[in-house]
């Protein structure tokens, strides 16, 4: 496996902590960069903030039902959302799946299992994104939604996780203006649709990467106080 690869951003919400390690465990066996949260609260802070790949959700957490935390995450995001629980009931699984979930495995569960419906949810995000083809030319840039890999021409460009997903955001809009707040919102969250400074900073760091004059962008196009559009 290439080095360039860039690890899926999963986080982890789950009260026991031997559970927490266990689950890092397998998912960083997966090429998976794994943030951990002990309630439900700050697991909902977690996935607004850092706007993961994947969340791995407990429904018995010791401040608030997971069901709730599905609601409330369903609200503004459609990330993956995997449920690990003890509850084996129907109803229960029926409640998180009408609730928002995507998929449910209950405790005790083995590794392979864990590690196979994680690869399931991560590529059904990659293949619901607005294309059946993961891969995309576009001039010379090529882009590999699945090895999550970047080249222009036959050089790889190494570019780092928020980088990746402002990329994948513009080619999901290929030819569309994406606003600055769409962007923000969906990169940064919910809380930072003001913070256009994060976008400039960003956005310039990702031409300088991907063009070759950043001063004179073939790709990644400025709409003046709009937005931006990835072309061809």
């Not at 690869?5 to 960083?28: G, K, N």
């Not at 790949?53 to 609200?75: F, M, N």
């Amino acid at each position: 496996m290439s080095t360039g690869a860039i690890p899926h951003s999963v986080i982890v919400i789950e009260d026991e902590v031997q559970i927490r390690r266990f689950v890092r465990v397998a998912l960083e066996a997966e090429n998976c960069k794994v943030t951990e949260a002990g309630s439900g609260e700050r697991g909902i802070i977690e996935s607004g903030t850092r706007k993961p790949d994947l969340i791995v959700l407990d429904l018995g957490l010791p401040d608030r039902d997971g069901i709730d935390v599905i609601r409330e995450i369903r609200t503004w995001s459609g990330v993956p959302i995997l449920i690990l629980s003890a509850r084996s009931m129907e109803s229960d699984k029926v409640r998180a799946l009408d609730a928002g979930a995507d998929d449910y495995l209950t405790k005790p569960f083995g590794i392979p299992e864990l590690q196979a419906r994680v690869r399931a949810l991560l590529r059904r995000a990659v293949h619901s994104s607005g294309t059946e083809n993961p891969q995309f030319n576009v001039g010379d840039l090529r882009i590999d939604l699945i090895k999550r890999q970047v080249w222009r021409g036959e050089l790889e460009i190494h570019l780092t996780p928020i980088e990746y997903k402002l990329l994948s955001l513009l080619l999901r809009n290929l030819g569309k203006v994406v606003t600055h707040r769409q962007i923000l919102c969906e990169v940064w969250g919910p809380s930072h649709v003001d913070d256009t400074h994060y976008l400039r900073v960003y956005m310039a760091g990702l031409r300088r990467k991907l063009e070759i004059d950043a001063n004179l962008p073939r790709h990644i196009r400025t709409e003046p106080g709009v937005g931006y559009r990835l072309v061809e």
